[in-house]
């Protein structure tokens, strides 16, 4: 069966057709039946090299054999045990390592999950309700966090989906990214703030990335309003660098959420911080968090060895750079929008200059967007299908793959 057929049946079992919205595309989404590599394969006979990757998950490609072999060890032996096992020390003492300042670590099932969790933590901690995050964050899909961005006065947050209470939503604030001097207002104003919540380098909407001395700005700030800093690094833990953000821009946050990455391509989702603040999670103490797949042996296993991989093979960070480099130099003078890269992680805004923030993103030109999106992936090239999702390569894109990549960029942006 065909996409187009597998979609229009699709349509009556899933709400529009599909498991999550951004796999949404009109009119209709192509339907892979295999991955490999850099490659997506449909079920109408297309090979796609994939600029998606998942949205995040797949740093070393898909399908790694190193990381399938860890997963077929492990499904051997079982895939879920509802005891403790000695991979969640394992792959807990390879967070603690990597990320100073992280002393403890609780393991969950998701991202969403991982914020969630650190947000009810740092409400606890603290004994604090409110918490500021930036406008266009994206923390995943939890009650909390889906505040509409640009709210005006920044005072109460209005929810973003329907079926949010309101008084909740009022407990978060928001604040354009890039912008310290509205965090100190706020913070000097609102005193019963408990974290605020931050992705270093903004994922889900570009990437946006920090000015210089904005990560050090933010923790000054917190710090003298005692005001609890988490970064998200759901996206960039392990993806900047095997220290992720808080290591390239040399900030340490309180408490850090991690995901994607870490869990090598199957669920997980993690939160990690100092004893004094970690031991506040149940059983040891009284904020709850509980979870029948937390920790499951399958994520673990794949998610030790994609870090254990990265450790030894640290010179895919410098590829992955160069890499994004190859596709911005491929551009040359022809770039009309701007283009954004840090590391596997980039962009072609259709926007003048780099964005310094969500509102300065919106006003990218969508319709130029989908109309290069149409044209890449005729070309054989699948990039997440928003202008607001960032692009991502891996350690499994050959030259070969860049040199497509950035030549198809080319000729797709240019008329
Ligand atoms: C993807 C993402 C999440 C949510 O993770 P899920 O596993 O999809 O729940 C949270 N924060 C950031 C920064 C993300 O990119």
New binding site residues.
Partial sequence: MRSEELFNRASKILPGGVS?PVRAISPYPFYTIRAEGSRLYSVDGEELIDCCMA???LLLGHGHPFIKDAIRTQLEKGWLYGTPTPAELDLASLLIADYPGTEMVRFV???????MAAIRLARGYTGKPDIVKVEG?????HDSVLVKAGSGAMTLGIPDSAGIVPELAAHTLQVPYNDPQALEEILSKQKEVAAFII?PVL??IGPILPEKGYLETVRAITLAHDVLLIF?????GYRLGIGGAQEKYRVRPDIT?F??IIGGGL???AFAGPRKIMQMISPAGPVYQAGTFNGNPLSLAAGIATLRYLHQHQEIYTMLEDGTQAIQDSLGKRERGSFVHLGSMFKYFFHPTPPHNYSEAKRSDTGRFRIFWEKMKKMGIFLPPSQFETNFLSSAHSSEDIEKIGKAYASCISE
């Fill in positions: 999550s949205y995040g998950p099932s998701s991202g969403a999950e991982a914020t964050g994206f923390h995943g899909a992705e994922g889900n998200d690094e759901v996206i960039t959420t995901g994607k669920p997980i989702g």
